[in-house]
C-alpha cells in the first residue's frame, strides 16, 4: 500500500510528533516549560527570603540583643544599689544616648513614672520578657518602638525599648521592593517557559522532520 503523507493523521486521531497537542496540559513542552518556570520561581523566593533575613531581619535581631543587653546591665545596678542608683543609672545612659533612640520608663507599683523619657506605660505592654512593637509618644512627638517589660521586686515595672521608626521605613520599603521584584520574577518566568516551550516544540519537530 502507499505510504501515508506526514499531513495525515494517525488511527488514533492524535497529530504526528511536532504538531499541535489535543490537550495542552498533557503535553511534553508544557511540562517542561512549568518545571522551568517552577523552579526560576523557587530560585527567586529563596533569595527574597535570603534578602529579607540578612537585612529587616539582622536589624530586629540587633535591636533585641541591644534591649536585652541593657536589661542586664540595669538589673546588676538595681542588685547594687536598689531603686536610688537605677533610677541614677537611667538618666545617665539617657544623657549618654548618642542616638537618641533609647527608651526607658520606670514606674511605681502605681503607675507614676520614676524615670525615662516616655509620657506613660503603653497599655498593650502587659507581659514581661516578651519583645512589643508599638506606638509611643516621646518629646511631645509619636514614634515607633521595640520594648520589653521587666518586673522588679517592690511593685517596680521597667520598659527598656529603641525607637524603631527609621527601620520601619527601611522594612516596609523593603518589602515593597522585593514585591516588586516576585512580580517581575513572575512575567519574565512565564514569559521563559512560553519561549522554551516553542523552543522544545521545534525541537520535537526537527526531531520529526
Request: hydrophobic share 45%; net charge neutral.
Amino acid at each position: 500500500s502507499a505510504p501515508r503523507s506526514a499531513d495525515e493523521r494517525r488511527p488514533d486521531g492524535a497529530h504526528p510528533i511536532g504538531g499541535r497537542s489535543p490537550d495542552l496540559l498533557h503535553s511534553a513542552g508544557f511540562r517542561f516549560a512549568m518545571v522551568y518556570a517552577g523552579l526560576l520561581a523557587v530560585s527567586a523566593a529563596v533569595l527574597a527570603f535570603y534578602l529579607w533575613w540578612a537585612t529587616a531581619g539582622l536589624l530586629d535581631r540587633q535591636t533585641e540583643a541591644a534591649i536585652r543587653a541593657d536589661a542586664q546591665g540595669l538589673s546588676e545596678r538595681w542588685a547594687e544599689g536598689r531603686l536610688p542608683l537605677l533610677v541614677l543609672t537611667i538618666r545617665e545612659r539617657l544623657e549618654q544616648n548618642v542616638d537618641d533612640d533609647a527608651l526607658y520608663l520606670l514606674v511605681d507599683s502605681n503607675g507614676q513614672t520614676l524615670a525615662g523619657n516616655l509620657r506613660g506605660w503603653p497599655d498593650l505592654v502587659e507581659r514581661p520578657d516578651q519583645l512589643y512593637e508599638l506606638s509611643v509618644t516621646r518629646a511631645g512627638a509619636s514614634t515607633v518602638a521595640q520594648a520589653e517589660r521587666y518586673d522588679l521586686p517592690g511593685g517596680y515595672h521597667l520598659l527598656i525599648g529603641r525607637d524603631v521608626q527609621a527601620r520601619v521605613k527601611l522594612r516596609t520599603l523593603l518589602a515593597d521592593s522585593l514585591l516588586w521584584g516576585l512580580v517581575v520574577v513572575a512575567v519574565m518566568a512565564l514569559a521563559g517557559a512560553f519561549i522554551v516551550r516553542s523552543l522544545f516544540r521545534r525541537t520535537l519537530a526537527n526531531v520529526s522532520a
